[in-house]
């Protein structure tokens, strides 16, 4: 007997798991107020969809400003501590170091001075995302063919011409790696800053409903940050394969085994 | 520059910060109630340290800690393995896992405090369960480091399969795993303080929150720089070992 296609096997599972959700609490096996089926829960994001409309727009906008503080300051000392070389040899295993601390540990800290409001949790994600954008910024700027450099320089390349030819395209895909994992981070941020201290937003939600026990509601609400996260990490891989060009443009061994995506992505100019 | 400069430099820039950190807020410059000097910090922290409470409660997240840890290292290197080794398994459960592994795990708090209420056992499920993914992927990732030809020189020349996996597999995944331990201890550390923050009577975690909400700007320092070198020297000795088995690695 042949084994199904892996694919095949995969979408079972997802189908299976969504028809439990739905049958197991129905038959009893599993209470409503620990497992509420999956018709339940979208029943209450449905009936309460203008309250959770809301509370996502209040997160979606403490993700935005959060994500331009982690990009921002990330990119920017990134590049300086990737390009300089003595602010790497300085700097780079110190921020390795301090990435161990766990980061919630400084929320408490946030709230008290920036108050309960949405400033601590822009603040508090804008640190969280912050990491892995500066560190992959750092890496990408290093590893940057130096051959590549090379060639420019002995061409006769200013040092504006450099960085904006050679430099921001080649580090860009390792930098768009990093947006995509500081991106996730301060979604992660935002939520986990909201459930425990706060006044709006989904997280605020799911906290909300769960001290009152309704469960379809909690159930609801953490479907809206799953469904959020997905759609966030789809949208960066998409973003990504299309710029992968740019590494691979002009090397023509790893073009041809490249993915067929590549060669309908538009060419760097 | 050479390294002792470089350490040099390290080591100026660490007591500018700390200097600036005791001298701004006691001369005024930063408020002193939204950033109380260092000396005072550290005063309140060996008087905090002191304090049976907060032993007893440094008890509970450790014991949770641990036993988190005991639970999400064998339960994710198994897991880890079989789907390393098995392709087909591989192919199905890969990519799921990558998608499981980039949505925030602490969603999914409210759920456990439902089965489990708000005591030991609920923080040790979620702290096992943020933590056991990273131990998938490390996992996986450890044993396809292992290279197929030195595999396949060691079984022509007859290794049995004790000797395979103590000569081949255990040196060559020991950097990636010395790697995955450091990395899943960060994640359980920090599962283990989200859980106790988010609803919890004990636990280190909950006395920080707990500062917090009352404004008591030196215990929270005091917290946050006891919970922060605690972090950073668990993630330095680990490196330190990782630094010193990476010779097998050539």
């Keep these: 007997m042949r084994r199904p296609r892996p694919v095949t096997v995969r979408r079972l599972l997802i189908v299976a798991v969504l028809v439990l959700w739905e049958a197991v609490p129905q038959t009893g096996l599993i209470p409503e107020l620990l497992l509420p089926s999956l018709s339940s829960t979208l029943r209450a994001l449905i009936a309460d969809w203008d309250k959770y409309g809301e509370a996502l727009l209040v997160t979606l906008y403490e993700v935005s400003l959060a994500m331009l503080v982690a990009c921002g300051a990330g990119i920017l000392v990134g590049a300086l501590v990737g390009g300089l070389k003595p602010l790497r040899d300085l700097l780079l295993p110190v921020f390795s170091s301090l990435y161990a601390v766990p980061i919630v ?12 409001g949405s400033e601590a949790k822009i603040a508090f994600a804008g640190v969280y995302g912050f990491f892995p954008v500066m560190l992959s910024t750092a890496a990408g700027i290093r590893t940057i063919d130096p051959q590549l450099l090379l060639a420019a320089r002995a061409m006769g390349a200013t040092v504006p011409q450099q960085i904006g030819r050679v430099v921001i395209p080649a580090s860009i895909p390792t930098v768009l790696t990093g947006l995509r994992l500081g991106g996730a981070l301060t979604i992660i941020g935002v939520v986990v800053s909201e459930m425990l201290t706060s006044t709006a937003g989904i997280g605020y939600l799911v906290t909300r409903y769960r001290t009152i026990l309704d469960s379809a509601h909690v159930f609801a609400a953490v479907f809206m940050i799953l469904v959020l996260s997905i759609l966030f ?3 960066a891989r998409y973003i990504e394969r299309r710029t992968m060009v740019w590494q691979t443009a002009g090397r023509r061994e790893r073009t041809d085994t490249a993915d067929r995506r590549l060669t309908t992505a538009p060419a760097p100019v | 520059m050479n390294r002792l400069t470089i350490l040099a430099v390290r080591l100026a820039l660490l007591g500018a910060f700390l200097a600036a950190w005791e001298m701004l807020p006691r001369h005024g410059v930063l408020d002193a109630r939204m950033l109380p000097p260092l000396g005072d910090v550290l005063r309140m922290l060996v008087d905090v340290l002191g304090r049976p409470r907060v032993q007893e409660a440094i008890g509970v997240s450790a014991g949770e800690f641990a ?18 080794e098995n392709d087909y398994l591989g192919e199905i ?7 499981v592994f980039s949505v925030p795990k602490s969603i999914f708090l409210p759920m456990f405090i439902l089965v489990f209420g708000i005591g030991f056992q609920q923080k040790v499920a979620y702290a096992a369960f943020s933590t056991v993914f990273i131990v998938i992927m490390s996992a996986t990732a450890a044993v396809e480091s292992v290279k197929a030809d030195h595999l396949l020189v060691a079984r022509s020349y007859g290794a049995t399969r004790a000797q395979i996996i103590g000569r081949v597999y255990l040196p060559s995944m020991m950097p990636v795993l010395l790697e995955a331990l450091r990395l899943s201890m960060i994640f359980n550390f920090t599962g283990v303080l989200i859980a106790e923050m988010y609803a919890s009577r004990t636990g280190i975690g909950q006395l920080i929150a707990n500062w917090g909400e009352n404004f008591q700007m030196p215990q929270l320092f005091a917290g946050v720089v006891f919970l922060a070198t605690v972090a950073i020297v668990f993630n330095e000795s680990i490196r330190w070992l990782e630094a010193q088995c990476s010779a097998w690695r050539t």
Excluded: E, N, Q, R
């Design chain 2, 67 to 84: 036993v988190a840890f005991l639970i999400a290292i064998p339960l994710g290197a198994a897991i880890g393995i079989l789907i390393a």
């Design chain 1, 105 to 116: 540990i400084l929320y408490p800290i946030f709230t008290a001075w920036l108050g309960i």
């Design chain 2, 93 to 99: 459960f890969k990519p799921m896992l990558f998608y």
């Design chain 1, 233 to 235: 990490d789809t949208f």
